[in-house]
Structure formats: C-alpha cells, structure tokens
C-alpha cells in the first residue's frame, strides 16, 4: 500500500524559481562535491541549501546535504537531506525541478513517533567517494539530539539515547533515488533497539495521498504502507521507501507529519543498520516505477496518451487515475506537454479515468497489464470552455483583478470526491477563483453554467455575467469596473501574511503578489512563519511595482505564548531562517528584543498577532486581565510591543475579546494601535487584505512609498481599520492618532462613510473611552456616500473616540465569509486644554 503527499498536477501553478544549470555530467556517472556558489544550487522557492553544504548528482537527479551547520525549519540541525530535484529540459539548458520542503531523521524507542522522539546532530561530514569510481557518497558522524519543537509542544526535555549515528547518503550512477544507510554502533554492554524515521512538513503545495484512500488519508493512521512520497505541482515527486519491507505513517501533530522507515537492532559491542531510499519522479507513478526498479520487481508499463477529443492536441491538464475494477483508487499519472504518461503496475485488469478540473471526465479505459510487457493506451477527453478576458477600469486602463465563478449547472466529476483531489482554485462558494496581474488572459472552465464575477477589492464596483460554457469555445469578456471608494492620502497595507516560505502555505509567493495587486492592497508584510523573505525581486520580476510593496517581516510562531510580527526587518542569508529570531525556550521579552536588534538603528513594530486565539494567543497564554491590565505570567508580561490585531481574518468572538483588551490599554494610556489583517495562507481563498489597513501617507503609489512613513504613521496610530467601508474620521480637524484642542470651549466629530454600491451596512457607532454613546442606522443606502454629518461633543475631560462601522449581510461576492466590520483608531480630546492628554486611569 502506498501513501503519497501528492498534489495532481492540473498544470495550475507558476514554474517558480528554479536555477538554470547545464547538464555537466555524463551518463553513468555520479559525483559529490562541495557546494561553491550559489549557482551551483538547485534553486527552488522552498530551496534550503547553502553555500559550504554538500551536493550528489547524477544526469537524473540532484541533492543537497548540509553539513555541520543548523538546519531550517522545524529542523534544528544539518546533516540532512535540504533539496532534491530532478533534471529537466528547459530554454537555453537544463533546469532543476526542486520543491521537496522541510523533511528530517527523527529516532525514538517504542511505537511513539512524538513522545521522546530525538533528531540527528551532525558533529562531522565529509565526502567518502566523490562518484570517480563509481558512486558518490557523503558520510555524516552525529549523535542525537532534542527536539526543541517537541520539547516546546510538551514543555519538558526528552531523554538522549546516548547514541552515535552514522549517515551515509549514497547515489549511484543513472540512479532515480538517493540511498540513506543509518549505521548505530553500540559501544554498551546492552543490546539497543530502536525506531528511525522521518518528519515531513505539509504544506508547500503538497497533499496527502495514498491507494484506496486516494488524498484523503483521514483513517490511514498507524497503517504498514510500501511508500511514503512527497509531489508538488512543479512537476516533481518524492518517495520514501524500505526495499523488500513496509513503512509505517505514524501521526500527523499540526503540520509535522510523522513516518517511520524501521526499527534498528544494535547488539551489545556491535553494529545495527537500516537503509532506506528517497526517489524523486514527476509524478506518483514515476516514482511508483523507481521503487519497483529498485526492488527488482516484474511489471507492465502502460504507455499512453491523453489527447483533446475535438481537436487531437495533448490534453497537458489532465490527471491519468487507476482504478481497480471494483474502482478502489490505485494510482495517478501527470499528462505531459506533449500528452504522454506512464504508469507502471504489477501485472493485473485495472481502469483509467482521465480528469481535469476543467473539463468533463473522459470514459473509463479498461487495460490489462502483463509484467514485462507494454500496453499503449490512448485517452481522449473533451476540451474545456474558455473565457478570455481583458479587464479595465474607468480610466481605460487594464488592471489587476479576480475573476471568480459559482456553478449553477454542470456535469458532476470524479474529482468532487475528495480522495481524487481538489483544485488549488477552488474555494468556497466558488467552483473557481482566479487571478490576473495585468487584466487579462484565457482561463479553462468545465463546461455548465456559471455566475461569472469580475472584482477588484471593497474599493470598487463589481461585474456580475451569468454565462452558459460549451467545450471548446471561446467567450470573451470585457468588463470595466469603477473604482467607486476615494482613499486618497491613505495606502492600503495587510500586515500578517503569508506565503510558501511559510511551512503551512501552499501560496507560491508570485501568486501572492498577484493576489495582493488583483483585491488592490498596496503593502503587505512578508510575515512567513520563522522565516525572513524578501518579496521585493519578485515584484519586479511581475512588474507589479505601481501596485504592490512589501516590507520584509517575520511571525515567531511560539509554542506556548502565542504569535508575534516584527518589520521592518532585515535578511540574513548566512544564518538559520535567514536571520528569523529563534523560537525555542525563550521569554516573549527576549523575543521582543530580538526583533529590535534584528535592525539596528530602525525602528522595529512588533504586533501581537491573534492575541485571543486559545491556542495561539499571547493574552490567552499568559491570561491577561483586560479589567486589571495585570497578567498572570509575570515573566512573559511584556508591554513592549507597538501593536496588536483586532481583527484577524474575521472571527468575531476573538475579535471582540481582542477589541476589550485593546480599549483597556488606551484607558491606560498605552498608545497601542489597533490592526486588521488577513493572516492569509493561499492566494485563492477569497481572504487576502479581509480586513486590511488604511495608513495615512503621502503618496498613494506603493512604488513611492517610504518604509519609515509606514512606521511613524503606525506608531502615530494614523490608521483606520476597514473589514468594507472606509472612515473618515475628524475632531476639530484632527484625525486618527492626533490630539484635538477645543475651539471657543467645544469639539466637533465629523464623520464621512464610504463603499461600493454593493456593500450592505447597518449602521454606524462612536465610543468615548471604549463606551458606545451613539448609533446611527444606515436604511440601505447605495450610493459612494453613505453618511456624512457632524456631531457636536462636550466631555467634562480628556477622553479618546473611535468610529465603527457594521454590517450583518456577507460581502459576496468580493469576500463571501465576511460582513462589514470597519473601525478607526482614536482620536484624542484636550478637553481641560493644557496641552496633553490624561488618560482615564492612571498608572
């Protein structure tokens, strides 16, 4: 039985990028060296090898092994495998393939894959063969070592094993996989046993599959399986396998996914070995075929082709699935540029199906394999319709945009099941969800029939057509969409997102910029989780300057206080995470130091994130009292921080936790500023800037924004929040952050509500020192405007005011899950005129 972390390879995803390299080595050979430059890398989005680590590569396959050095990600030390990638060919040479993410040897004793589980430290590497002979080898000497993620999750040490480890990570000549011979001597007078395995982190546009469950593992917990294999959409499959022996998949604890290759017997004064192999494929089944070719097994191979039924031309969309004749799920084969597949299997009566997202299901084909023999197959399936789009604005120009479909009709499919896999597209209620940098473009769709929605964002009208699709024709769209909503003199920001370098997004980071550009959010925060990422290339390699900025950020993502942002930060290539502050054992006020240091002579925001999440929020953690302003956690209590998230994504019972603790530091006077972010982890979930942040700025173009104005502006508290509407919000003509002086003894609140015709609203509400002393309702008004009027105050003191605007209907179709929820930050009153201002309670 197989189990595979596989997504189908629907032709969906941006190439990436990966290094260009020359194919510089003969067939037959194989060769280890040190890694030189960086070019000598195999490149990739989720690429972990550095200069000084060590690389084995034959004409087929690559991979990079650090040496004596940390590790990244969740894996704390080197002496693992970071990269591997296959060869292909590619304009001017050939280009690695690599997007293997973070996987590392674990060892534990008993059956308990998480408790006691220890890593491997490398202590010494060097290469044994260089491949001149022969095969390549490098050797690593270790020993183990804690786990500090599992040590952070459980908060206590686990027990060494007091054991030495030898790796030796073997390629041989024409080779598809990586051989990994574990050596433990026992230098005791006991006889050792113990189970050796790895760590896989999901994420990384990968899913779990496996026959008969197909990607939906839920039950296969604790189950023997012949391989445990790793995809992604670049065209690359990974598999871990034992040769003539079962793997176990053990557990999957948050985002680790535990798997133990077998147990290593090593008796008292002598040795005890286990080999394992990592193949890497293009797909689940080239990674099926190397395991058998290792193991010396006898199949048939199924030679096919999968062809447009209208016009012959290679259906490369599609995704090739055997069945059983029962139709128990077996196996899945990509189509190829040019059409082709292959899939190998033991001798036997199985079925192809051919599906795409896009287009209806193909017939099931019946073959019979006989092991040694070929059987060609030829699959045809119906072509998709195609809308092809240009998309503008008022002005006449193309813009960025998302162009979002709900089915109302159509055929259903094999993949509405889940274990056949979903479309990275797809997210709820829409059947497909896509994105545009430039406006337009041509977009497959299952035949049937559609709403068709054409949206840039809360600051512009939308486009609806309902459209009946046939195969193979084309339907051309032109809508003009009208930036309805003036935010002029403030920018557009989402402050917590995320993309791949974040070890739980599938988000390449091309199409998070895109996605940024397409709801019309002007800067973001890279705020990959324990990662430090530069967006700022990719931006101009998309030409997106005018539309998008990003800040250079990090999200500590501890185990027992919660999360945390820092930016403006700066990277570090030479260190761990590329200079991310560390997580393990240490107090929520060294972490915060770390992120001051992290830019010497910038100031650094640090923002709480989620603060109220049970299970990832700091105030939850350290159980901090919002009537008391006192925590229980003394040592992690720190007020050192420049912001907090009020509304994160949008969930409303954090929110309004999160909204009290806040009001309980500006009664204080504590200037803390209240945020609104996304947290978003995929670019096509309909979420990205939902809520998002107003800055004000003096410029609107993000290609002329200044990092420093972004920070003064917050640390200022110049923002206003908007979940929908935009706020304009003034007292005697200051506005958010500003103190306000009293004009011949009085204060006038003005206050301007703006939206797109489509945005429900309800109602409007002004607080005095976090108490609601007004409300206004909004009779579903539709026009830009939805109020505008004046109030008059006269406050016995100094005091604090926010405007809040609500809604209880969704914002569909520009964020479906949403209603309106927008808020400002205060504006202070001088009531007694001397100057300051004299928060409610003093400290």
């Known amino acids: 039985m197989l189990v595979a972390f596989a997504a189908p390879a629907f032709g969906l995803f941006t190439d990436g990028n990966y290094a260009v390299k020359e194919q510089l080595i003969p067939a037959g050979k194989a060769r280890a060296e040190i890694v030189k430059t960086e070019q000598d890398l195999l490149g990739g989005e989720r690429a972990e090898g550095r200069i000084g680590d060590f690389k084995l590569f034959n004409n087929r396959v690559g991979f990079i092994i650090s040496g004596v050095r940390q590790g990244d990600g969740y894996a704390s030390y080197g002496g693992e495998v970071e990269d591997a990638g296959m060869l292909r060919k590619a304009e001017g040479g050939m280009r690695w393939r690599n997007n293997m993410g973070n996987a590392f040897l674990v060892f534990f004793k008993g059956d308990d894959a998480l408790i006691g589980s220890r890593l491997f430290e490398p202590l010494k590497a060097e290469i044994l063969k260089d491949g001149s002979a022969g095969e ?4 690593v000497y270790g020993r183990d070592a804690e786990f500090p993620v599992r040590m952070e999750m459980f908060m206590r040490p686990s027990v060494s094993l007091k054991l030495d480890i030898i790796v030796d990570y073997i390629l041989r000549p024409e080779a598809s996989s990586l051989e990994v011979k574990i050596t433990i001597p026992n230098k005791t007078s006991k006889n050792v046993t113990l189970s050796a395995g790895f760590v896989y982190m999901l994420g990384d546009r990968v899913d779990l599959f496996g026959p008969e469950y197909g990607f939906n593992l839920s039950g296969a917990k604790l189950r023997d399986m012949d391989m445990i294999s790793a995809g992604g959409p670049a065209g690359i499959a990974y598999g871990w396998f034992v040769k003539g022996a079962d793997v176990k998949y053990m557990d999957k604890v948050d985002i680790l996914t535990f798997a133990r290759m077998g147990k290593i017997k090593a008796p008292a004064g002598g040795e005890g070995e286990l080999t394992y192999n990592l193949a890497v494929g293009g797909d689940i089944a080239s990674v099926y075929e190397t395991k058998y070719k290792t193991e010396e097994i006898n199949v048939g191979i199924i030679a096919g082709k999968c062809l447009t039924r209208e016009t012959g031309k290679p259906a490369q969309d599609a995704v090739v699935h055997v069945l059983t004749q029962e139709g128990k799920y077996l196996n899945q084969a990509s189509v190829q540029t040019d059409g082709s597949f292959r899939i190998a299997m033991p001798a036997g009566d199985y079925v192809l199906r051919a599906a795409s997202y896009h287009r209806d299901d193909a017939a099931p084909v019946n073959v019979k394999l006989i092991a040694g023999k070929t059987s060609s197959v030829k699959l045809f399936i119906d072509a998709p319709a195609l809308i092809e789009f240009e998309i503008k604005d008022d002005k006449g120009s193309l813009i960025p945009a998302t162009i979002s479909l709900v089915a109302i009709e159509q055929k259903a499919s094999m993949l509405e099941d889940a274990k056949f896999g979903t479309d990275f597209y797809k997210s709820k209620p829409f059947y497909q969800t896509r994105l545009t940098k430039d406006g337009k473009g041509v977009i497959g769709v299952r ?38 909503v003036d935010t002029s003199g403030w920018i557009s920001a989402d402050f917590h997102t995320h993309a791949l370098p974040s070890h739980d997004s599938s988000s390449p980071i091309e199409d998070r910029l895109i996605s940024c550009a397409a709801v019309g959010v002007k800067v973001i925060v890279a705020s990959d989780h324990d990662h430090i990422s530069d967006y700022e290339p990719i931006i101009h390699k998309l030409g997106l ?13 501890t185990k027992r206080f919660g999360h945390f942002n820092g930016y403006p930060l700066k990277l570090d290539l030479s260190k761990r995470n590329n200079g991310a502050p560390e997580t393990i054992d240490r107090t929520v006020p060294e972490i915060i130091k770390s992120f001051r240091d992290l830019n010497p002579g910038k100031r650094v925001i640090v923002q709480l994130n989620h603060p109220r999440d049970k299970m990832f929020g700091y105030f939850d953690k350290i159980a901090y009292d919002s009537k008391t302003g006192e925590a229980n956690d003394k040592t992690n209590y720190s007020e050192d921080f420049d912001a907090m998230e009020i509304m994160n994504s949008y969930q409303i019972d954090m929110m309004k936790k999160q909204i009290k603790d806040w009001f309980s530091f500006l009664n204080r006077g504590k200037r803390v500023v209240g945020l609104g972010n996304s947290d978003s982890h995929g670019a096509f979930s309909s979420d990205i ?14 290609s002329e924004m200044n990092e420093d104005d972004i920070v003064k ?7 206003v929040v908007s979940g929908g509407p935009f706020i304009r919000f003034g007292i005697n003509g200051k506005g958010p ?12 609140m003005n ?9 429900p609203l ?7 020192n976090g108490v609601m002393i007004n409300k206004i309702p909004l009779y579903g008004e539709t026009s830009v405007v939805r109020y505008s009027g004046d109030l008059t105050l006269k406050p016995a003191k100094d005091a604090w005011y926010i405007v809040a605007v609500f809604g209880s209907e969704s914002l569909f179709p520009v964020y479906p899950e949403n209603v309106a929820f927008s808020f400002t930050n205060p504006v202070y009153i001088d009531a007694n005129a001397d100057g300051e201002f004299s928060p409610l309670i003093k400290k």
């Open 136 to 139: 390549a080898v490098v050797r």
């Open 762 to 768: 309800d109602s409007i509400a002004i607080y005095e």
């Open 751 to 759: 206050v301007e509500v703006d939206a797109p015709s489509w945005m």
């Open 545 to 557: 300057e005018h539309y998008v900025n990003a800040i250079i950020g990090d999200e500590n993502t």
């Open 447 to 484: 035949p049937g029939r559609y709403d068709a929605y054409f949206m840039r964002g809360v600051e512009y009208e939308y486009i609806k057509r309902t459209l009946t699709l046939e195969s193979s024709k084309i339907y051309k769209e032109r809508p003009v969409l009208i930036h309805a």
């Open 689 to 702: 800037a939902s809520p998002r942040n107003y800055i004000k700025s003096p410029v609107n173009d993000p």
């Open 713 to 719: 502006a917050l640390l200022e508290q110049k923002v």
């Open 737 to 748: 952050g500003e103190l306000a002086e009293p004009e011949a003894g009085i204060f006038k």
